[in-house]
């Protein structure tokens, strides 16, 4: 079955930086695109950062443009956002995502918290 596994998140002062994984198993990786979205409490779940199957044309939030950037190794079945310069407006969880035959799946989620 299809598992998406985020790691690394935690607690990190505004300025900082982290980056975060996803590990997919259950399907051919290199063959989908892979998102990340975020949700912060009492707003909805918005796009954060999408690559294509083979890593061009990325797409981004502009709250996030300059500052994040996602990549994948599909030798490891792994996506990755990387973000620097965070402000505390980028406190969230942050999920990673992908879509097939019109079913999203998504993992389980993982905290960024901003503040000193």
């Known amino acids: 079955q299809v598992q998406l596994v985020e790691s690394v998140g935690g607690l990190v002062q505004p300025g900082g930086s982290l980056r975060l994984s996803c590990e997919a198993s259950g399907f051919t990786f290199r063959n989908y695109a892979m998102s990340w979205y975020r949700q912060s409490p009492g707003r909805e779940r918005d796009l954060v950062a999408r690559i294509p199957s083979f890593g061009l044309n990325t797409v981004y939030a502009d709250s996030v443009k300059g500052r994040f950037t996602i990549s994948r190794d599909n030798a490891k079945n792994t996506v990755y956002l990387q973000m620097n310069s965070l402000k505390p407006e980028d406190t969230a969880v942050y999920y990673c995502?992908?879509?097939?035959?019109?079913?999203?799946?998504w993992g389980t989620g993982i905290p960024v918290t901003v503040s000193f």
């Open positions: 995502k992908t879509r097939m035959g019109g079913i999203d799946y």
